[in-house]
């Protein structure tokens, strides 16, 4: 499936010490499967430390997952009403080290081949890796992209150029950077992405 808009970004995470954080509300969706941390310093969590999930102050072991971007926890089966979740973890700061326009994303999921004589003549196929890549283009401002080929980095590729916060978000390497300069022109840098986990779809 592919995706398209006009402008996106890229955050890195800075050189402060994740910061712990602990017990911190959410507010979950009218599904009440979807719960996200409310305070905005929390939204980027460490994936490199534990996160643990309370519902009614009753740690959670299982039936979720959490997404280290946006500050989610996503709940296999819906809670009650009256469930309150608070997580707690480390949180990390992120700056923006630059923008881009007209960017693409592609995304894929491998599958695997499980044809056999009692197919009857027909492929079979099985689900395998998911991922995704991206393209985009830029005005040139100095190397810090290029500087960091095949380091991971998030990527926020926003769908208009309003007040919207629809966006696409996730963690990718720079897999490629080609800097040109036509005659009479700006410096122009198209960059290549290759997605590392999910990509997910945020509102906020």
């Not at 808009?5 to 994740?18: I, N, S, W, Y």
């Not at 017990?23 to 969706?29: A, I, L, M, Q, S």
């Not at 973890?89 to 599958?111: P, R």
């Not at 499980?114 to 009857?120: G, K, L, M």
Request: charged content about 25%; overall charge negative.
């Amino acid at each position: 499936m592919a995706i398209s808009g006009k402008v996106g970004a890229v955050f890195l995470q800075t050189e402060d010490e994740p910061a712990v954080f602990v017990k911190e509300t959410t507010v979950g969706n009218a599904e009440r499967t979807i719960y996200t941390i409310e305070n905005d310093a929390c939204r980027y969590l460490d994936k490199h430390s534990p996160i643990s999930v309370f519902v009614n102050d009753i740690a959670a072991n299982t039936g979720y997952l959490v997404e280290h971007l946006g500050g989610v926890v996503r709940f296999t089966s819906a809670l009650d009403e009256e469930d309150e979740v608070t997580v707690s973890g480390k949180s990390i700061k992120v700056d923006q080290a630059g923008g881009f326009f007209n960017w693409s994303a592609e995304l894929a999921a491998d599958t695997v081949d499980i044809t056999t004589f009692e197919s009857e003549g027909w492929k079979e196929h099985l689900p395998a890796v998911k991922g995704f890549t991206a393209s985009a283009e830029s005005y040139w401002a100095d190397g810090r992209l290029s500087e960091r080929l095949a380091q991971e980095l998030i990527v926020a590729l926003y769908l208009d150029t309003g007040s919207s916060k629809r966006r696409y978000e996730g963690y990718a390497l720079i897999a490629g950077d080609s800097i040109e300069l036509a005659v009479d022109d700006v410096v122009s840098e198209s960059i290549e992405f290759e997605g590392s986990g999910n990509l997910y779809y945020r509102e906020d």
